[in-house]
T-cell receptor, first 111, second 114 residues
Framework: LAKTTQPISMDSYEGQEVNITCSHN???????ITWYQQFPSQGPRFIIQ???TKVTNEVASLFIPADRKSSTLSLPRVSLSDTAVYYC????????????FGGGTRVLVKP | NAGVTQTPKFQVLKTGQSMTLQCAQD?????MSWYRQDPGMGLRLIHY???????DQGEVPNGYNVSRSTTEDFPLRLLSAAPSQTSVYFC?????????????FGSGTRLTVV
């Protein structure tokens, strides 16, 4: 399983764009990159998933360079309610059951 | 459509007691997993299942048993509770394969072993 490294914490302000970069140097050919968001006392919530290039949905964008050794989650115009822990996961779709959560990035959005 | 339902939400056990954490999903997902999350930590995989009748161990399986007799249910059994098992337990499910499929998590069971 590919190991991931992401910053422990980040601070931002309302209305700013937040970019969280995750390193996964040992990513395998059939691995996907998935990001989850977790609020206190709640289970993680799926945000976005991608394999290469750029993926965008109504919540975030995911940028993946050609070598796929890193990825960046972009949260546009954050609000106070985006304060949460964000996890980057790497794993094969076929082995989705063996995804491993690291420590995550604690994002604090300030007024 | 309730998603993933976990019961109970809170539980206090004495050391040595056994109990079963319940997990049910109504989305017809094939994959189900159990995680534990200790304070300030990420989630660790305990056991998982790729379909009814099929289970396997995750990263931290010791002290836990699972079974999957139906697609909907995936109970987690603590055989003899220990203080080290004090944690928040999350059950999750996902469809089999495909693009942009993430896990749907339950709201968790907060377990304290005294």
């Amino acid at each position: 399983l590919a190991k991931t490294t992401q910053p422990i914490s980040m601070d931002s302000y309302e209305g700013q764009e937040v970019n969280i970069t995750c390193s996964h140097n040992n990513i395998a050919t059939n691995d996907y990159i998935t990001w989850y968001q977790q609020f206190p006392s709640q289970g993680p919530r799926f945000i976005i998933q991608g394999y290469k290039t750029k993926v965008t949905n109504e919540v975030a964008s995911l940028f993946i360079p050609a070598d796929r050794k890193s990825s960046t989650l972009s949260l546009p115009r954050v609000s106070l309610s985006d304060t949460a822990v964000y996890y980057c996961l790497v794993g094969a779709q076929a082995a989705g059951n063996k995804l491993t959560f690291g420590g995550g990035t604690r994002v604090l959005v300030k007024p | 459509n309730a998603g993933v339902t976990q019961t109970p939400k809170f539980q206090v056990l004495k050391t040595g007691q056994s109990m079963t954490l319940q997990c049910a999903q109504d989305m017809n997902h094939e994959y189900m997993s159990w995680y534990r999350q200790d304070p300030g930590m990420g989630l660790r995989l305990i056991h998982y299942s790729v379909g009814a009748g099929i289970t396997d161990q995750g990263e931290v399986p010791n002290g836990y048993n699972v079974s999957r007799s139906t697609t909907e249910d995936f109970p987690l059994r603590l055989l003899s509770a220990a203080p080290s098992q004090t944690s928040v337990y999350f059950c999750a499910s996902t469809p089999t394969g495909g693009d942009n499929y993430g896990y749907t998590f339950g709201s968790g069971t907060r377990l304290t072993v005294v």
